[in-house]
C-alpha cells in the first residue's frame, strides 16, 4: 500500500523509537544465568564451609552461607516443582 511516496512499512519504520535494546535476552539465555547464579552461590557456600571447617572462616560468615544456599536450594526446588505442575497440566489438556 504507498501513501504519498512512502510505504506503510516504510512509515511504521519511521515511526519507531530511535532507541531500541542492544541485546534481546532470550529464554534460554535468562535459564543460563539463572543455573550460572546458583552454581556460584553454591560454590561460595561450599568455600566458606571448608575454610570454616580449618579455621579460616568466622561461624557468623559460615552462617550466613548456609542461609544463603538454603534459600538458592528452596527457589530452585520451587521452581522446578512449578515446571512439573505446568508440565503435568499439558498433558492433562485435551486434544
Do not use: H, P, Y
Given at each position: 500500500m504507498e501513501i504519498k511516496g512512502l510505504s506503510v512499512a516504510q512509515k511504521y519504520a519511521a515511526a519507531r523509537p530511535a532507541t531500541e535494546p542492544e541485546e534481546h535476552v532470550g529464554?534460554?539465555?535468562?535459564?543460563?544465568?539463572?543455573?550460572?547464579?546458583?552454581?556460584?552461590?553454591?560454590?561460595e557456600g561450599e568455600e566458606t564451609?571448608?575454610?570454616?571447617?580449618?579455621?579460616?572462616?568466622d561461624p557468623h560468615?559460615?552462617?550466613?552461607?548456609?542461609?544463603?544456599?538454603?534459600l538458592v536450594v528452596e527457589t530452585a526446588v520451587t521452581v522446578r516443582n512449578k515446571v512439573v505442575e505446568a508440565y503435568q497440566e499439558i498433558l492433562r489438556m485435551p486434544v
Open positions: 529464554v534460554l539465555n535468562a535459564a543460563k544465568n539463572v543455573a550460572l547464579d546458583f552454581a556460584t552461590a553454591l560454590a564451609a571448608k575454610a570454616a571447617m580449618i579455621g579460616n572462616a560468615s559460615l552462617v550466613t552461607a548456609l542461609a544463603q544456599t538454603e
